[in-house]
């Protein structure tokens, strides 16, 4: 990790260079032209298993797309334990180590009270994913096969009230708990040891697991990482989002008025063309989740820019995050002026390789957006932070975004990525809608 960090700096110093002397290409944006890189170290045919040659994005939330399955959200008789109807309209993931305390406390304090919910209502199915990454939880995996499907979250649960700080405890008393935990839903001491010793699963499925999520920047070691018909809560501070998204799952709210104040253009949006365009193209997007859209393959799509320069179209970027790193980059471009934005966000996508595998790509957008004409001090100001939060709360409350690449037209809202080429076509579609509809009232 280390050893790449001067590579993004030394993109960043010839950006600012290259800003100040009017520079013609460089071998940086050269080498932005290269195929892109390899996500991982997985064959070709083992990619295709996981949905294809497909961005990391766009393979997380095929799921919600009606599409072939992601391979890591098919549910699994091994490592999986789950309640509820696969048939139901949100489809809830927990991946977590069962030893770390945000699992602890997500287990004894909020499964029962989903499952009554949401579960019993059939309005959700929900599955724990334990992953075996420490000696602890690869403990506490070997437990729960052991006490089988039915009784792997009751005994979790058992092990936190005996005690709430288990997974903190030295190994050997952190299983003398577990061992206890599982005499509580009726399985023996010496048959729990047995299976602590020999292991009853394969886990190299919970390693798959694990695996396949860092290949979608989606698996954290501190946080208990939360899924919802694929789109990704990283953390268990976004249960409350992830619940709201639940809700959303059984509404139908792709359609969320054509006049709808909130889709009209607001001081401090990113517009890309002529704001009175008749067509206007909302987008709720992150910085750094590129990855999977279209627009911003290699760059910000020429075409787009053309479509825009016609004056009959805008495009309006709208920033949504999920805290952390997201959160970061993009009060980092919020303090970029308007003029610049979208020279910043293409020169930030068609570098991407840069730093799209490291720990903390926000210092890298930091250095990129200064370049830019962003003041530092604006990156630590508290109006620009909650702007974004509210202006993403309400984003999520009033126009069900819940997830990146939330497209409006119109007020008619369209989930993942579109293509390019599939625009003309969405926008000819919507308008029929609208003038088919035309005497009913949003």
Known sequence: ?????????????????????????????QAAKKPKAV??????????????????????????????????FIPRDMSEYAEGDIRAPAQVYIWADPSLTDSI????????????????????????????????????????????????????????????????????????????????????????VTCLLDGKLNFDIAR??????????????????????????????????????????????????????????QPGDRVLGNPNARVKLFDYGNVIRVQGRTFFKEGLDSRLRSFAATGDFAYIYRPFHFGGETRKSEIAAACVPQAKFFDFLDYLSQNKHFWEKLEKPSEIVELVAVSYGAEKSCFNDPSVAKKLDDARNEAIEKLGVIRVSTYFYRGIRHYGNLPFDELPLFIKKVDAYRDENAGNKN
């Not at 990790?1 to 993109?11: C, D, G, H, Q």
């Not at 295709?48 to 497909?54: A, P, Q, R, S």
């Not at 690869?138 to 009784?151: E, F, L, P, R």
Request: hydrophobic content about 40%.
């Open 1 to 29: 990790m280390k050893v790449f960090s001067l590579f993004p700096l030394a993109a960043v110093c010839l950006s600012v260079f290259c800003a100040s002397t009017s520079c013609p290409s460089t071998a940086l944006a």
């Open 39 to 72: 996500l991982s170290s997985e064959s070709e045919e083992e990619d295709k298993e996981h949905g294809g040659d497909e961005s990391r994005d766009h393979k997380m939330f095929r799921f919600t797309q009606g599409s072939t399955f992601n391979m890591a």
């Open 105 to 192: 406390l997500f287990v004894s304090t909020e499964w029962d009270n989903f499952v009554e919910k949401y579960v019993k209502t059939g309005m959700a199915r929900i599955a724990f994913r334990p992953v075996t990454l420490t000696p602890k939880a690869t403990a506490a995996a070997n437990i729960m096969a052991c006490v089988g499907k039915s009784a792997g979250i009751p005994m979790l649960q058992h092990a936190a009230r005996i005690d709430p700080l288990w997974g903190t405890r030295p190994y050997d008393k952190a299983v003398e708990i577990l061992v206890k935990a599982a005499g509580e839903v009726g399985v023996e001491p010496k048959q729990t």
């Open 208 to 265: 798959y697991f694990a695996k396949d999520a860092r290949r979608i920047d989606a698996w954290d070691e501190e946080d208990l990482n939360i899924y919802v018909n694929g789109g990704w809560w990283p953390g268990y501070e976004f249960w409350p989002l992830a619940k709201k998204q639940v809700e959303l799952s059984n509404k139908d709210t792709k359609d969320v008025g054509d006049n709808n104040p909130l889709l009209t253009i």
